[in-house]
């Protein structure tokens, strides 16, 4: 669990003591390629933090088509939030696109961590808010950016997912087609 070692260090000054103390009491799970870690309507009782491999989250409509909301490379974390803090049904399905092994992070993990160090908790208020401005930062993409800049800033954000993550699911995630994807592509390739 290096990463997430490294990532505790990230938000609060952690003594090597402190941080394996936390390591012996994480849970670390593997997924495979495909397999589903939550399903919607699910109790979801955790967050996850990947340690190696990639997640995503998304959403079925009526008609069966995903909408991927968020992709969980190494380092990240992937939630259905609502689920896991006000323990109700879950909104999203979370699935593993590639083999996949994740801290499971309860919100009793969170409170032994913050009684480990307490400097913990304002750490994961910054990591909050960071996640919150980029949710934002996405809503307005979606609702008033061309899809080219959807996917120039898709880039940005995700560097090193555009070979593994397979387009059609980029597509989902930038809510255009394939199709348009394609086109997207190829302007940028031909104009920069």
């Known amino acids: 669990m290096e990463n997430f070692r490294q990532h505790l260090s990230t938000l609060a000054p952690f003594t090597e003591s402190e941080l394996d103390t936390i390591l012996e009491n994480s849970i670390l799970k593997?997924?495979?390629?495909?397999?589903?870690?939550?399903?919607e309507g699910e109790q979801s009782e955790y967050f996850y933090f990947v340690e190696k491999g990639l997640l995503k989250s998304y959403s079925l409509d009526e008609e069966g088509k995903e909408h991927v909301l968020q992709?969980?490379?190494?380092?990240?974390?992937?939630?259905?939030?609502?689920?896991?803090?006000?323990h109700q049904p879950a909104k999203f399905y979370i699935q593993a696109i590639e083999e996949t092994e994740a801290v499971l992070i309860s919100q009793e993990m969170q409170e032994f961590i913050t009684k480990v160090n307490p400097a913990y908790l304002p750490g994961m208020v910054r990591l909050l808010h960071n996640h919150v401005r980029n949710l934002q930062d996405r809503i307005n993409l979606l609702l008033s950016a061309t899809a080219k800049t959807r996917y120039q800033e898709f880039i940005k954000l995700y560097p090193n997912l555009l070979q593994r993550v397979p387009q059609w699911m980029i597509a989902s995630y930038l809510g255009i087609t394939p199709e348009s994807l394609s086109r997207v592509r190829k302007d940028i390739a031909k104009n920069g």
């Open 30 to 39: 593997k997924f495979t390629k495909n397999e589903i870690v939550l399903k």
């Open 71 to 86: 992709f969980g490379p190494e380092n990240w974390y992937v939630s259905d939030r609502y689920s896991a803090m006000c």
